[in-house]
């Protein structure tokens, strides 16, 4: 039987940027239950970093993570983290006065934001219908994130500081004894003095089992498909393109146009996959308000989006057992705020200070407290 200081549940974003970040303090093992990490909510992300458009809390994590992911530690990543996109945020006629407001709001806060009139609108985007994108802005500070590079750069680091990270270890059952967990996986028994529950879908269920009160976190499915773009349009060189009231979304995709329909529909944790009906609402918004006509989809998939009740993340140690630490219900923010809370997760289980970047942001800790739900 292995024993080590922490056992991190899950192997996806939130576990491994934990790990990477505790592991140069602590002996640790991440139990993930797939054959590789990141094969649920990581693996099926729209890989979108923004510094605004979310709720503030998570605008404030964002913007501590920059900084680690526009320039990371030396030797992190063989390539950039951050390629730069830009985003068109867009409405129809009935929405413009939403639109403008934001544009406004992003304005007087700085950003080097751009309103787009007819001709500018199209060249920003060709492939927009002017008549459905009645108001819309360019925003810079939007920029695709390499997914894998960051995941790997996070279990390299972990595993330079002698982390494990063991594959294919579903947890079975987990129980105290002797002031350690027990840890038992399809495969063996772990012992730990902390657990600590990454396990984004699966949270409120890894917490049953160690005998701990759930939280509420719910997994909601998402979908996409990708489109073929007529020649002559260079998917690389389009923006992010992001209705107003996050009816939809689009953004280039391997040569082709990533379409979502931004759906959030609660789902049992699993290896979800898309339904016919979100399928064809993707397509729908494709062609209502670009000029493409969708002859078929290219590939379509579904993720999950793992939420508290209160729509933002849980990170501390539970009220009714000291040594089991939450780090779940990210939502769809935590590959975009992982830096944040995986430094911010380490220093509350090591007992060190705030992470500068977190402290500069004016974040507390007890934001994200699983002790909010009472």
Same mark, same amino acid.
């Given at each position: 039987?292995?024993?080590?200081?922490?056992?991190?549940?899950?192997?996806?974003?939130?576990?491994?940027?934990?790990?990477?970040?505790?592991?140069?303090?602590? $002996?640790?093992?991440?139990?993930?239950?797939?054959?590789?990490?990141?094969?649920?909510?990581?693996?099926?992300?729209?890989?979108?970093?923004?510094?605004?458009?979310?709720?503030?809390?998570?605008?404030?994590?964002?913007?501590?993570?920059? /900084?680690?992911?526009?320039?990371?530690?030396?030797?992190?990543?063989?390539?950039?983290?951050?390629?730069?996109?830009?985003?068109?945020?867009?409405?129809?006629?009935?929405?413009?006065?939403?639109?403008?407001?934001?544009?406004?709001?992003?304005?007087?806060?700085?950003?080097?934001?751009?309103? *787009?009139? /007819?001709?500018?609108? $199209?060249?920003?985007?060709?492939?927009?219908?002017?008549?459905?994108?009645?108001?819309?802005?360019?925003?810079?500070?939007?920029?695709?994130?390499?997914?894998? &590079?960051? *995941?790997?750069?996070?279990?390299?680091?972990?595993?330079?500081?002698?982390?494990?990270?063991?594959?294919?270890?579903?947890?079975?059952?987990?129980?105290?004894?002797?002031?350690?967990?027990?840890?038992?996986?399809?495969?063996? $028994?772990?012992?730990?003095?902390?657990?600590?529950?990454?396990?984004?879908?699966?949270?409120?269920?890894?917490?049953?089992?160690? /005998?701990?009160?759930? *939280?509420?976190?719910?997994?909601?499915?998402?979908?996409?498909?990708?489109?073929?773009?007529?020649?002559?349009?260079?998917?690389?060189?389009?923006?992010?393109?992001?209705?107003?009231?996050?009816?939809?979304?689009?953004?280039?995709?391997?040569?082709?146009?990533?379409?979502?329909? &931004?759906?959030?529909?609660?789902?049992?944790?699993?290896?979800?996959?898309?339904?016919?009906?979100?399928?064809?609402?993707?397509?729908?918004?494709?062609?209502?308000?670009?000029?493409?006509?969708?002859?078929?989809? &290219?590939?379509?998939?579904?993720?999950?989006?793992?939420?508290?009740?209160?729509?933002?993340? &849980?990170?501390?140690?539970?009220?009714?057992?000291?040594?089991?630490?939450? *780090?779940?219900?990210?939502?769809?923010?935590?590959?975009?705020?992982?830096?944040?809370?995986?430094?911010?997760?380490?220093?509350?289980?090591?007992?060190?200070?705030?992470?500068?970047?977190?402290?500069?942001?004016?974040?507390?800790?007890?934001?994200?407290?699983?002790?909010?739900? /009472?």
């Amino acid at each position: 039987m292995q024993t080590f200081d922490i056992a991190i549940i899950g192997g996806g974003i939130a576990g491994l940027s934990l790990a990477a970040f505790l592991a140069p303090h602590r $002996t640790l093992a991440v139990l993930e239950q797939e054959e590789a990490p990141g094969y649920h909510s990581t693996g099926r992300s729209a890989a979108e970093f923004t510094l605004r458009d979310n709720a503030p809390a998570v605008n404030a994590l964002a913007r501590a993570s920059h /900084g680690f992911l526009l320039s990371p530690p030396e030797g992190f990543a063989p390539v950039p983290l951050l390629i730069p996109r830009g985003s068109i945020i867009l409405g129809t006629a009935d929405k413009a006065e939403r639109v403008r407001a934001r544009f406004e709001n992003a304005r007087a806060q700085g950003a080097a934001v751009e309103w *787009l009139d /007819g001709a500018a609108l $199209t060249a920003r985007a060709p492939i927009l219908d002017p008549a459905y994108a009645a108001a819309a802005y360019f925003d810079p500070d939007y920029w695709d994130i390499d997914v894998d &590079a960051l *995941l790997q750069g996070y279990a390299r680091r972990a595993k330079r500081h002698g982390a494990e990270v063991l594959e294919r270890r579903r947890l079975v059952a987990a129980r105290r004894e002797g002031g350690r967990w027990l840890l038992e996986t399809a495969g063996e $028994t772990v012992a730990a003095k902390i657990l600590v529950n990454a396990a984004g879908g699966w949270a409120d269920g890894v917490a049953a089992l160690a /005998g701990v009160a759930p *939280l509420g976190i719910v997994p909601h499915r998402r979908t996409a498909i990708t489109v073929d773009l007529p020649e002559g349009v260079e998917a690389g060189r389009l923006p992010e393109i992001n209705e107003i009231d996050d009816t939809f979304y689009f953004k280039p995709e391997a040569g082709r146009l990533l379409a979502s329909p &931004a759906d959030e529909t609660p789902c049992e944790p699993g290896d979800v996959q898309p339904e016919e009906i979100d399928i064809a609402y993707a397509a729908h918004y494709v062609e209502e308000a670009t000029t493409l006509s969708v002859r078929r989809v &290219a590939r379509s998939w579904a993720g999950m989006r793992s939420f508290a009740p209160d729509r933002l993340p &849980a990170v501390g140690f539970s009220r009714d057992e000291p040594a089991f630490f939450w *780090l779940a219900g990210q939502g769809g923010y935590g590959i975009l705020t992982s830096p944040a809370l995986g430094s911010l997760a380490a220093s509350l289980i090591t007992g060190a200070p705030l992470p500068d970047a977190v402290a500069r942001e004016g974040i507390s800790p007890e934001a994200f407290s699983p002790h909010r739900f /009472g």
